[in-house]
């Protein structure tokens, strides 16, 4: 752990304090999980918020089934592979 200083308020401390009584734990610890659950929210927050700003950024890909046309790029992809190796799979040409 690294140890650092904070400022808080009477009211800040004092509820801190009231919560680690009541725990029967230390401040330190209130504020620890206080602060991992801050970040943790924080980082899901901008995980969705990502997500929202993102969606629908390929408006043609509305309707779209992602599983067929995945298929459908490979397949593009296998066909390429083939006229370039000449018709020869991959294993055929070592």
Same mark, same amino acid.
């Given at each position: 752990? *690294?140890?650092? =200083?904070? +400022?808080?308020?009477?009211? =800040?401390?004092?509820?801190? #304090?009231?919560? %680690?009584?009541?725990? @029967?734990? @230390?401040? %330190?610890?209130?504020?620890?999980? %206080?602060? @991992?659950? +801050?970040?943790?929210?924080?980082?899901?927050?901008?995980?969705?918020? &990502?997500?929202?700003?993102?969606?629908?950024?390929?408006?043609?890909? *509305?309707?779209?089934? @992602? &599983?067929?046309?995945?298929?459908?790029?490979?397949? #593009?992809? #296998?066909?390429?592979?083939?006229?370039?190796?000449?018709?020869?799979? =991959?294993?055929?040409? #070592?």
């Amino acid at each position: 752990m *690294k140890r650092t =200083q904070i +400022y808080l308020t009477e009211e =800040q401390k004092t509820a801190l #304090d009231g919560i %680690a009584k009541m725990r @029967s734990i @230390s401040m %330190a610890e209130v504020v620890r999980e %206080a602060v @991992s659950e +801050y970040l943790e929210r924080k980082t899901s927050e901008t995980r969705f918020a &990502v997500l929202d700003e993102t969606f629908g950024a390929v408006p043609e890909w *509305k309707d779209v089934d @992602s &599983v067929e046309h995945v298929r459908s790029l490979r397949s #593009d992809w #296998d066909d390429r592979r083939m006229r370039v190796m000449g018709g020869k799979a =991959q294993d055929e040409q #070592d």
